[in-house]
T-cell receptor, first 113, second 115 residues
Framework: DQQVKQNSPSLSVQEGRISILNCDYT??????FLWYKKYPAEGPTFLIS?????DKNEDGRFTVFLNKSAKHLSLHIVPSQPGDSAVYFC????????????FGTGTSLTVIP | DGGITQSPKYLFRKEGQNVTLSCEQN?????MYWYRQDPGQGLRLIYY???????QKGDIAEGYSVSREKKESFPLTVTSAQKNPTAFYLC??????????????FGNGTRLTVT
């Protein structure tokens, strides 16, 4: 059973606008969440993470929001750039539970110039 | 430059043959992981190792084996018992510092095709 879900397989956004990628999880024991960016035939690259003690974390154009009651996190990219076009994966881990990382199925983002 | 090296990038094998995928890291990370990516299914954990000479099964370990004799190396063997071995295989590592809140760092993957 998929513990981390990304329900939108794809998203298209105009350059300069905001991209919002969403992720839901089912395991309430998850306490560390991450976003990765992936190009075809390459390994994922770490973007940003958030601990469950926070509800927001920013790094430049990337902000991750965590809503623990809804078991939902989102990644905001502002402003979106054509180079952001890639597949984005969210991941979750239970720090005390053995450090396995569970990944969603990914959202393919296309930023239109 | 520190990083994770997976070799080869593309690998072709005949059905019924075992094949070993290489993963080497020079990041001095304690933990190493193997994931498999199939279209539309995200990344699924095969095996992981938190220290040398110790490893645990992930969600899809059947048909795979690993070893962790050195900190830098975590090879994955895809055996003939794996029913659907054709996939993109990703190796990752992470430090054990930061109380477990450290990200995975990935290699660039090996695409295995079995015919």
């Amino acid at each position: 059973d998929q513990q981390v879900k990304q329900n939108s397989p794809s998203l298209s956004v105009q350059e300069g606008r905001i991209s919002i990628l969403n992720c839901d999880y089912t395991n309430s024991m998850f306490d560390y969440f991450l976003w990765y960016k992936k190009y075809p035939a390459e390994g994922p690259t770490f973007l940003i993470s958030i601990s469950s003690i926070k509800d927001k974390n920013e790094d430049g154009r990337f902000t991750v929001f965590l809503n623990k009651s809804a078991k939902h996190l989102s990644l905001h990219i502002v402003p979106s750039q054509p180079g952001d076009s890639a597949v984005y994966f969210c991941a979750a881990s239970e720090v005390r539970g053995g450090n396995q990382f569970y990944f969603g199925t990914g959202t393919s983002l296309t930023v239109i110039p | 430059d520190g990083g994770i090296t997976q070799s080869p990038k593309y690998l072709f094998r005949k059905e019924g043959q075992n094949v070993t995928l290489s993963c080497e890291q020079n990041l001095n990370h304690d933990a190493m992981y193997w994931y498999r990516q199939d279209p539309g299914q995200g990344l699924r954990l095969i095996y992981y190792s938190q220290i040398v000479n110790d490893f645990q099964k992930g969600d899809i370990a059947e048909g795979y084996s690993v070893s962790r004799e050195k900190k830098e190396s975590f090879p994955l063997t895809v055996t003939s018992a794996q029913k659907n071995p054709t996939a993109f295989y990703l190796c990752a590592s992470r430090t054990s510092f930061a109380g477990g809140r450290s990200p995975l760092h990935f290699g660039n993957g090996t695409r295995l095709t079995v015919t």
